[in-house]
């Protein structure tokens, strides 16, 4: 997808995505136009990504193939009914607004309207998206979907299933950086310094990463490395008596619960 995108409400996601696409060369800086409230924040961007800024969501979205809502949920029907009147006929909005259905921003704009989740990781090329379409909007999901490869994985999933998705991916980030920390913190406690505590919970991650790219079921990954009665089975035994399973469920469940009663 070529052309002009205006990006509103350039936040931290909306920014992470805007500087995965720049990095991997698929959009070019100069095309972009991205709105925030404050001058700070505009100037911020700016100096950050190198694209232009505006205070001015109308004027952002004149002449753009691709607008992407970054704004908070409860503030996305609002701007797009705003700029509605100045959108190309064959423009794809797309939103990044958790929980926000595509039936709500059609009421706003009848249009190409996609909604999309994007994750933390895209600002490193690693990212993974959730792509799901309203109807009529295949072929620009299509085209979105192409896009966002560049930097990451897409799965484009039925919206029933968006929410769901989204604890998995959208805030997946958070559940391996909670690990990592509780990880650390665990290391220092039993007496290694933090820096090589540190050193060694990232290497083993993404290490751990690249196995399970590999596509080999994460059981098999597992028992690879736990001989029995050896020291890994004794931890994951205290990893499981501690409800590891269940736990997460409940997390993920409560991510899907609250992304739907977002809007």
């Known amino acids: 997808m070529s052309g002009k995108i205006a990006v509103l409400g350039c936040g931290t996601m909306a920014g992470a995505l805007v500087e995965g696409l ?6 070019r800086a100069e095309d972009v136009v991205a709105t ?4 700070s924040h505009r100037d911020e961007i700016a100096k950050t990504l190198g694209v232009t800024t505006s205070g001015d969501n109308v004027a952002a979205v004149r002449d753009a193939d691709l ?24 423009a ?9 259905t ?47 490869e560049s930097v990451g994985v897409v ?8 929410d769901a998705a989204t604890a998995v991916s959208g805030s997946g980030p958070a559940y391996v950086f909670l690990v990592a920390e509780a990880m650390i ?18 290497a083993t991650l993404a ?18 490395v736990t001989s029995p009665g050896g020291t890994t089975a004794a931890a994951l035994a205290a990893l499981e008596a501690g409800g590891v399973r269940p736990t997460f469920a409940t997390a993920m469940a409560a991510c899907r619960d609250r992304a739907a009663g977002l809007s």
């Open 36 to 39: 925030a409230r404050s001058a």
């Open 22 to 27: 720049i990095s991997a060369g698929t959009v």
């Open 92 to 100: 794809t909005v797309v939103s990044i607004a958790a929980g926000v």
């Open 155 to 162: 799965a484009t999933v039925p919206e029933k299933l968006h």
């Open 185 to 202: 913190d665990a290391a220092v406690a039993m007496g290694l310094p933090r820096d090589q505590a540190s050193q060694l919970t990232v």
């Open 207 to 224: 290490g751990s990463a690249e196995l399970l790219a590999g596509g080999e079921h994460p059981a098999i990954l597992r028992s690879q």
């Open 67 to 90: 607008i992407v809502l970054g704004v908070k949920p409860y503030a996305a029907v609002d701007v797009l009914d705003e700029v509605s009147g100045a959108l190309k006929a064959d």
């Open 102 to 148: 595509t039936e709500t921003l059609l009421r706003a704009w009848q249009g190409n309207v996609v909604r999309v989740m994007p994750n933390t990781p895209v600002q490193v090329g690693k990212g993974a998206f959730i792509v799901s379409p309203a109807p009529g909007a295949d072929v620009a999901a299509a085209k979105v979907g192409e896009l966002l």
